[in-house]
Structure formats: structure tokens, C-alpha cells
């Protein structure tokens, strides 16, 4: 069954500090991944996306990582700030049709305090 | 930002009426979406167009209905909305040759609607 694992289901962490969220699945055939980040009462947008030879990709201060091999992601915030507090949603897409079927995660609450 | 909109934001209606949740894109893009997303849960696909005159029902089943008469509008019918439909829904949409799962969607700031 293809599945999209995150965790930490929520997080809070101090302005300024660092943090990484992870992402486990098990689409197959892979395609891509993305993480998008939702704010409350907001559609998601998204970040990063990466394909199966690509294991690092950079937005800013958010550094997505990929080993499609154990089939796991992480998206690390480098210096927190207040506006990155929501909801950060890994998707994983399949090459089984032709819509490109989209895997959607439950995403990280992401809190960050002054 | 994308150019996506959804109408209304907000919405609270009683049980057995009938709603139309309107989504409208000015980036010509051919294919949209609909889904629902309920509080800490994931997006689940309702409904999708790879185009006009072109419709297809997703993962998830709903009660709702689709129509697609023109590139730039997706707009989703409950005809008699329960309290079971209470949930956020979102619109989204994607364009280019590479194929759906290829495309990065645009998503719309959604649709919270209550029923009563």
C-alpha cells in the first residue's frame, strides 16, 4: 500500500533554532517528492521538489534531503523564524498513470515562539 | 503567489441545501483538482479535468459533482449538503506537457464549510 509517513506529528521550537522534519514512504514507482508548507486558513504552496537522482535541494533557509534508497526525505530549517510556524506536508507523486498520482502525508504542525 | 481564487472562504449553511464552491485560474492551466482536507489529516483528491469537458472522480468518495466548461473554471456542487460534508476544501491546479505527477500544483487558500 503506498503510504506517506511524517513525523513529528507537531513541533515547537524557539526563534532561531534549527529543526529537521521527516518523511517516510513507500510509493512505488516513485517519481518525486515535494514538501509544500500550508499556513493556517491558507492552500499549500510548495518548497522543494526532487526527483530520484537528486538528494539535496535548497529554498532559502529550508534544505530538503532525499535516499530514495531506505525511501526517506527531510526538510531542515536553518535559523527559525516566526513566519515559518505551519503546517509542512511532504507529497510524493508515482509514475503508475498518467495523472502522476499524488501521496499526501498528515504534515509536521511546525510552531516557532519568540 | 499563485493565481488561484476560491469563493466564498467561509461558508455555513443548513442541512439539504444545495452549494457551489467556485474556483477560478488565470494561469491557463489544463488540469485541476479538487480535494478535501478534515483538521491534522491529509489532502484526499475528489475530483479532477485534465480539460475542458473533462472530468474524473478521485480517490475519495463524494457526494459532490464537477463540471468543467471552461480552461479557467472548476467549480464543485454539493445538492444537498450534510453535516458529514463540514471540512475544508481545496482547489488546485497544474500545466505543462511533463504530465500530472511531473507538474507542481498551485493550490487556492481553500474553502471552510460548516454544516449545520
Known amino acids: 500500500k503506498n503510504q506517506v509517513e511524517q513525523s513529528p506529528q507537531s513541533l515547537i521550537i524557539l526563534e532561531g533554532k534549527n529543526c529537521t522534519l521527516q518523511?517516510?514512504?513507500?510509493?512505488?514507482?516513485?517519481?518525486?517528492l515535494r514538501w509544500y508548507k500550508q499556513d493556517t486558513g491558507r492552500g499549500p504552496v510548495s518548497l522543494t521538489i526532487?526527483?530520484?537522482?537528486?538528494n539535496t535541494k535548497s529554498n532559502g533557509r529550508y534544505t530538503a534531503t532525499l535516499d530514495a534508497d531506505t525511501k526517506q526525505s527531510s526538510l531542515h530549517i536553518t535559523a527559525s523564524q516566526l513566519s515559518d510556524s505551519a503546517s509542512y506536508i511532504c507529497?510524493?507523486?508515482?509514475?503508475?498513470?498518467?495523472?502522476?498520482?499524488?501521496?499526501f502525508g498528515r504534515g509536521t504542525q511546525l510552531t516557532v515562539w519568540p | 503567489e499563485a493565481d488561484i481564487y476560491q469563493t466564498p472562504r467561509y461558508l455555513v449553511i443548513g442541512t439539504g441545501k444545495k452549494i457551489t464552491l467556485e474556483c477560478s485560474q488565470t494561469?491557463?492551466?489544463?488540469?485541476m483538482y479538487w480535494y478535501q482536507q478534515d483538521p491534522g489529516m491529509e489532502l484526499h483528491l475528489i475530483h479532477y479535468?485534465?480539460?475542458?469537458?473533462?472530468?474524473e472522480k478521485g480517490d475519495l468518495s463524494s457526494e459532490s459533482t464537477v463540471s468543467r466548461i471552461r480552461t479557467e473554471h472548476f467549480p464543485l456542487t454539493l445538492e444537498s449538503a450534510r453535516p458529514s460534508h463540514t471540512s475544508q476544501y481545496l482547489c488546485?491546479?497544474?500545466?505543462?506537457?511533463?504530465?500530472?505527477?511531473?507538474?507542481?500544483?498551485?493550490f487556492g487558500p481553500g474553502t471552510r464549510l460548516l454544516v449545520l
Open positions: 479535468s485534465y480539460g475542458v469537458n473533462s472530468t
Open positions: 526532487m526527483t530520484f537522482s537528486e
Open positions: 494561469m491557463g492551466h489544463d488540469k
Open positions: 488546485a491546479s497544474s500545466g505543462g506537457l511533463a504530465g500530472g505527477g511531473q507538474e507542481t500544483q498551485y
Open positions: 518523511c517516510n514512504y513507500t510509493v512505488s514507482p516513485f517519481s518525486n
Open positions: 507529497v510524493v507523486s508515482d509514475r503508475g498513470s498518467t495523472l502522476g498520482r499524488l501521496y
